[in-house]
């Protein structure tokens, strides 16, 4: 297995493993990216998004999306990891957790001083990989999102 930051024409990949991840949660009528959408925020100049990819013997076998986020209550900027990704046919060799350790030397790299991602409450093998790599996970907090209709009324 390696772990490697994503490149050029890596975007089909991403797109596989989110597409899958997408349907496992129940959000397949949402998933509405194409690859060219991960290729284009991935590379161009500053973006606010980074990946890395694991392969399996140079088959793409899982990923890690993060984006840039600020902490108010810190006064910095953190890393808010959006999508730890393992295709089925990989799930179970340690790939999960290399990918969060990956995001996690990055953000120590970059002296940035917290990770932070949402976990799906019934996903009970994150939360053991989680609470085995040390995650503190708050109840009581619910992860919100304003989109199409309701978000162009808020707006109007």
Known sequence: MAIRPVR???????????????????????????????????FQPNPVIGAFLAEVSGVPAGCAIWHRSFSTFRGTETIYLEDLSVLPDFRRRGIARSLLKAVAQMAVARNVPALFWLMMGWNDGARALYQGVGAEIESGNSFCHLSGDALARLAA
């Open 8 to 42: 050029p024409g890596d975007g089909a990949a991403l797109h596989e493993m989110v597409k899958t991840l997408a349907i496992s949660h129940g959000h397949e009528t949402e998933f509405t990216a194409k690859p060219d959408d991960y290729e284009r925020a991935l």
